[in-house]
């Protein structure tokens, strides 16, 4: 998957023994704990430690960081406590979506259709 993404593994200590079986593309927390199903890799444009915390809650295998980001010093320590591979990639989420998807990933994301989003209906 590093190697799909050109990614680089920024925390070399993590576990990389987490299967992937599938990928979510998110930037909204609540997003990923109401729709991300278990064992799959986050893609995202958030560096802070409350990525780590959602992915640790999760079950997320790994994350990605899109557009070349890097991420603080307390990301990076919290990612090593929890043993979760924390990648950054220079694509964009677009892009890293549609390799991953073109490579055999599976979405992970779940419909919260039913459930209560609080988002407006558009007419």
Known sequence: MIKTVEGTLINPDADLSKEIKGGCGAD???DVL???QPEAVLLTGLCNPQVVRTAQMADVSAIVLVRGK???QETID???NERIPLITSPYGMFELCG???Q???KSFESSVADGDCSCEQFS
């Open 70 to 72: 890097l991420p603080p």
């Open 28 to 30: 909204l927390m609540s």
């Open 78 to 80: 919290l990612a090593n």
């Open 99 to 101: 390799r991953l998807y």
């Open 34 to 36: 109401a729709s991300i």
């Open 103 to 105: 490579n055999g990933l």
